[in-house]
């Protein structure tokens, strides 16, 4: 018991990172529906009211992928920098 409930009575609350939402149930009756009813945007799939997961358009999944890659070339580069050795400066023609 912590204060005046029981531990296994606590609702817990689930941060949803996404404007729409739909149930496991329902993306299986309808999945191009159910990615459709985004907008473009990513769906939170529920299960029994918990984020299970995300249904992202293949669009947004490529994009963000590319940031990610991105990031760690950025981090990789950065990482390199501080051997203290000077860059070398090209051009995009010369790679």
């Given at each position: 018991?912590?204060?005046?409930?029981?531990?296994?009575?606590?609702?817990?609350?689930?941060?949803?990172?996404?404007?729409?939402?739909?149930?496991?149930?329902?993306?299986?009756?309808n999945p191009m529906g159910?990615?459709?009813?985004?907008?473009?945007?990513?769906?939170?799939?529920?299960?029994?009211?918990?984020?299970?997961?995300?249904?992202?358009?293949?669009?947004?999944?490529?994009?963000?992928?590319?940031?990610?890659?991105?990031?760690?070339?950025?981090?990789?580069?950065?990482?390199?920098?501080?051997d203290g050795l000077a860059?070398?400066?090209?051009?995009?023609?010369?790679?």
């Amino acid at each position: 018991m912590i204060g005046a409930f029981n531990v296994t009575e606590m609702v817990m609350a689930h941060v949803v990172l996404a404007e729409v939402t739909a149930s496991i149930s329902e993306l299986k009756k309808n999945p191009m529906g159910t990615v459709a009813a985004g907008e473009g945007f990513a769906v939170a799939i529920l299960n029994r009211n918990e984020p299970a997961f995300y249904c992202v358009p293949a669009k947004n999944y490529e994009a963000m992928m590319d940031r990610l890659e991105d990031q760690a070339l950025n981090a990789l580069a950065d990482a390199r920098l501080v051997d203290g050795l000077a860059p070398i400066m090209v051009s995009l023609d010369e790679l």
